[in-house]
C-alpha cells in the first residue's frame, strides 16, 4: 500500500505526462525551447490550427506547470517552465530511433 504523499505524487506526475500526450502540445514545447519565447499568434501558425485551439492546448501545458504566460498589451507570450520536458522528448527521440535500427537488423 503506498503512503498518501506517495500517490500524490505519483497523480502529479501522470497529469504531466498526459498534458505532454498530444502532437501539437510537442510541437509547441520543442518551438519554445528553440525560440525561448513565442507569442500566440506564432504558435496558431506553427501548429496550423485556430487561435481557440492552441489556446487550449496552451492552457492544459500551463496547469501542468509546463509554460508560463506574459500579457503585453493584446499579445500573450509563452515560455518553456519545465526544460526537462525538452530532455526526456529527447530521450523517447533516441528509443525510437534505436528501435526503428533494431528492426532495420532483424530484416537483413
Known amino acids: ?7 500524490m505524487m505519483i ?3 501522470a497529469k504531466i505526462l498526459k498534458a505532454l500526450a498530444h502532437p501539437t502540445r510537442i510541437m509547441i514545447i520543442e518551438k519554445l525551447s528553440e525560440d525561448g519565447e513565442c507569442c500566440v499568434c506564432e504558435l496558431v ?10 489556446s487550449k492546448h496552451l492552457t492544459v501545458l500551463k496547469q501542468a506547470g509546463i509554460v ?9 507570450f509563452y515560455t518553456l517552465q519545465m526544460p526537462c520536458a525538452v530532455r526526456f522528448m529527447d ?8 528501435g526503428v535500427k533494431s528492426q532495420m537488423e532483424m530484416l537483413k
Open 1 to 7: 500500500m503506498i503512503d498518501r504523499k506517495k500517490k
Open 11 to 13: 497523480d502529479a506526475k
Open 45 to 54: 501558425e506553427l501548429a496550423n490550427a485556430d487561435f481557440s485551439t492552441v
Open 68 to 76: 508560463s504566460d506574459d500579457k503585453r498589451g493584446q499579445q500573450v
Open 91 to 98: 530521450c523517447l527521440e533516441s528509443v525510437i530511433k534505436s
